[in-house]
């Protein structure tokens, strides 16, 4: 009785207490996201519960490709651990190649050349029981997705295993590049193309949602032991590191490899000499096999060619501990621009570690294949060559600043894209603009962004991302949220936001969390409700726009009514030109907007003639510059 009585007790406290924090924020939450923190996996102060859990798969594939008839052919073990409190009646596998099926629904235009009969299954079976895929009753075929319904006596579980393998194949694109494919006849990046076991979360349950082509990860942390068979002289880089180098690599090629793994500079491990003099890159045998191992990561890709250059070196990742990791480039002769991506790759990882977000790079690699667009994925990136120094520095530190979001961070980009494609654009502004002085990445941002801004075909960030498409897409995922997080930076300052930042990262990195962590884990580590900032910038339908409502001059004192007409809440920045041309700025940050006022008055004092003042500047959006300006009469 006594002890009932105690529990009884220190529930109703914990329930105060968690009404009470409750209480300060002040944004809407849905009722399925409500749920979780009924249940215990999710808490309002933006930590994981004391319930949270995650579930996680071990892969064992072994795959080959023919370079001639462009077919991967692949094998897989996967052991899936229920960890939830649920018992599992079906299983989902993701089969994304069948974005290439004939007939499959998807947001991008395909060349019809690409198009085929989707991805063969060659086998698949559930602890050692073969499935019948002609068994409506137990498989459905839904677009890129293969539900296979368990019955009563083999449900999964809680804190059981089920141990899936699979055989098939499928023929890689060769026009349709999207995010992989075929680059030349002799060269493919490969991603999206094993069976893979959907995610079952506490929000959703199984993530059902198709590849369509537009959104892009949510995926576990697994471990993963891959076997890549190439033909003679075929290099492969992947995520994670590679195994028993000695007898994959030719020797000359191993000696500079290892070199590479303890230099500071970047080594030329495959160079045009070596093609030229037709040397012996790997193993001297038909076909090499590559064996990748990398644990608790949320995908596994790679590239091959038989004529790309690779360069690499080492770079200290962790000053606490000395970690290192090895930084490469694979790329084409032709390239103009790569010969410069491993240094420069480099610098990005290093400021990334000790600068912003300031967290050590997680993985033991990374490499820059010299690939089509730009695409992300753990330990490796997909890049295109580009004609400027500036447009390869942006790319690779847009792509690698993904190591962090959505990888480290386990988002689920397919609904919420903005918390990392966001993170991405704003992480590397300060290094572009010290790198590159006149590349203006936050002005091209804003330019892009003013453009689209408060019209129909904007959303607001909260509307899942899966039901965007096209413009509305990419601007609620890259221009507004890059745009809010670095005006909230500057709102609150560098060293309170990174420190904010890095704690949010410190509760959920490895884990899966939602938008509601992010603001409430802000909220609590601060110490404040940023309400104020949340609702308009990421909840609702809004614009930024200030303007000049009224100035003038009385007895030495300059006074400026500022009027927030858009809804959005931003810094103002004034500046007061003198009839002797020269000026001065007056910067007051976005909480001027805090308590849901819509005018600010800037009084200061002026000892000269006042010839006008101009509001706004290159690095915060204004959707009216025609209200900016106000020449006083002379």
Partial sequence: MKNSIIRSIVFLILLIALSNVHAQNTFFIPRNINEAYKNGTRTLAGIPGPNYWQNRADYKIKVQIDPPTRKLIGEEIIVYYNQSPDTLDRVVIRLYQNFFKKGAARNFPINPDDLHDGVQIE?????????????????????????????????LLPNESIVIQAKWNFTISRKSNIRMGTYDSTTFFIAYWYPQVAVYDDIDGWDVLPFNGEQEFYNDFNNYDVQITMPNNFLVWATGTLQSPAET????????????????????????????????????????????????????????????????????????????????????????????????????????????????????????????????????????????????????????????????????????????????????????????????????????????AGREIEMALMVPSNLLHGSSYRVAAYARPGIAYDILRATLGKEKFDSALREYMKRWNGKHPIPFDFFLSFNDYLKEDLSWFWNPWFFENGFPDLGIKKAKIEKGKLKVTVEKIGKLPIPISLKVIFDDEIDFTIYKSAEVWKNGNDEFLIETDVLKKVISIVLGNSRYPDVNEKNDKFIFSQ
């Avoid at 690779?396 to 609904?415: D, L, R, V």
Wanted: charged share 25%.
């Fill in 123 to 155: 086998m698949l079976s559930l602890n050692e029981k073969e499935i019948n895929l002609d068994d409506r009753k137990f498989v459905q075929n839904q677009n890129t997705n293969l539900i296979v319904n368990l019955d009563s006596s083999n449900h």
């Fill in 249 to 452: 690599l030719s020797e000359a090629v191993y000696e500079k490899y290892l070199k590479a793994l303890t230099s500071d500079t970047v080594i030329r491990i495959v160079t045009l000499d070596d093609f030229e003099n037709r040397n012996q890159l790997t193993a001297n045998k038909d076909f090499v096999t590559w064996n990748f191992k990398a644990e608790n990561v949320p995908d596994f890709a790679f590239g091959t060619s038989d004529h790309y250059l690779w360069d690499a070196s080492s770079l200290r990742v962790d000053k606490s501990t000395k970690r290192k990791s090895l930084i490469a480039a694979a790329y084409r002769k032709e390239s103009k621009d790569f010969f410069d991506v491993a240094d420069i790759s480099r610098k990005i990882i290093s400021y990334f570690s000790d600068e912003l977000p300031g967290v050590p790079y997680p993985y033991p690699a990374m490499t820059v294949f010299n690939g089509q667009g730009g695409m992300e994925f753990p330990m490796m990136c997909n890049n295109s060559s580009s004609s400027s120094f500036a447009g390869t520095f942006g790319l690779a530190a847009h792509e690698i600043a993904h190591t962090y979001f959505p990888f480290y961070m386990g988002i689920n980009e397919k609904k919420y894209a903005w918390m990392d494609e966001g993170f991405a654009v704003m992480l590397p502004l300060d290094l572009q603009e010290e790198t590159v002085p006149n590349s203006n990445p936050r002005r091209r941002n804003i330019l892009g962004y003013n453009s689209f």
